[in-house]
Each structure stands twice: as C-alpha cells, then as structure tokens.
C-alpha cells in the first residue's frame, strides 16, 4: 500500500454552532492521507494510472465551501466519505482543524480513519 498525502488544504466555510459562526465563513485545515497502488502510475508515467490529488483536492474545496454544517464532526464524515466512494480509496485518515476554535489553544480538530488499511 502506498499514500498520497495532501497538507493543510485550507477551505473557507460556514461551521459551528453558535449564532455569529452561521454568519461568518472560518477557515478549517485538512490534512489527508489516502490509501493507493501507485505501482502502475510509476511504470507508465501516466496520471490515469494514480490518484489524483489535484482533483480530490478541488472535489473536497468545492464541496466544502459550499457545505453550512453544525458540527466538525458530521463535515469530517462526509469529506472521508467522498473520498472513499467517489475515487475509490480503500482508507482514508482526515485531520480538521478547526484553528481559534478555543482561547488558549492554538488548534483544535479531528482525527479519523475510514476503509481498510492493507
């Protein structure tokens, strides 16, 4: 199994409970690592051959910004789901960072994995 990784996608969106946050957009940071065989993207040179981060990356911006959840914990969910069916990836692992979220802390977020690691 080899991972693809994207760091600190940094999206614009509508998150939290509280009155002012359904008002504003925050920023939330992602960092993914996706399960791939990369083996016959590496013998071909060819894209149509892996992962491509660029789309996921572009998938999850859009859907994302335009997303108006509650609670981190359902957006997570639907991010690794997407991931999981629409580029068939057998494990994900998604970190959120909901940056500010708490005085006195630099971040706060989420850690989940999905799929099955091989």
Known sequence: MDIIYIRELKIDTVIGIYGWERQI????????????D????AATDSIEHTLNYKA??????????????????????????????????????????????????R???IIIERGTKS
């Open 38 to 41: 990369i083996s016959k993207a």
């Open 25 to 36: 957009k925050q920023t939330v940071v992602f960092d993914i690592e996706m399960a791939t």
């Open 107 to 109: 971040d706060v977020g």
């Open 56 to 105: 996921v990356a572009k998938r999850l911006i859009d859907f994302v910004s335009s997303s108006d959840f509650q609670l981190v914990e359902k957006l997570i969910e639907q991010v690794a789901e997407i991931i999981l069916t629409e580029f068939s990836v057998p494990w994900v692992r998604v970190q959120l960072n909901k940056r500010g979220a708490l005085r006195g802390a």
